[in-house]
């Protein structure tokens, strides 16, 4: 996937995750663990379209965990700006007046009033990614 590109399926997401586990292995090859995580949108048959965000880990000896977090329905004004080729980041920005929020609250924070901030959001999915390696005997 061409750098700056919104994901826009729940595969092009999971790609998307596992090209930044495979970027982060090549700057850091002696981990144990290395982590992507990426945000994506996909459109329903009816033209509402969600976010959310793929989870993948990987171990040294290539076992492979992930997840999702849960998803969330944009708002028609957000749905028309990625239509329109902006990534969900510019669009947040467009129109909540921020800059570089993808990289503070995320849209998630912004449209639940940090109820919900970025961090909050991928706890959990990080956790269930790490599934197969807490039931190594289930996950073979």
Not at 79 to 99: R, S
Not at 104 to 121: F, I, Q, S, W
């Amino acid at each position: 996937m061409p750098k700056n590109k919104q994901p826009k399926t729940n595969q092009e997401t999971f790609d998307g995750a596992l090209n930044r586990v495979n970027a982060t292995k090549e700057i850091t090859p002696d981990a144990d663990f290395w982590v992507g995580i990426e945000g994506g949108t996909e459109e329903n048959n009816i033209g509402e379209m969600d976010a959310f965000a793929c989870v993948v880990i990987m171990a040294k000896d290539g076992k492979i965990g992930k997840s999702t977090t849960g998803a969330f329905f944009l708002p028609g004004k957000m749905v028309e700006l990625i239509k329109q080729g902006k990534e969900l980041g510019e669009a947040d920005d467009i129109i909540f007046g921020q800059t570089n929020s993808k990289q503070k609250n995320g849209t998630v924070g912004n449209l639940t009033d940090n109820a919900v901030d970025r961090t909050k959001y991928y706890i959990d999915a990080i956790i269930l990614a790490l599934i197969p390696f807490k039931n190594k005997n289930l996950y073979e």
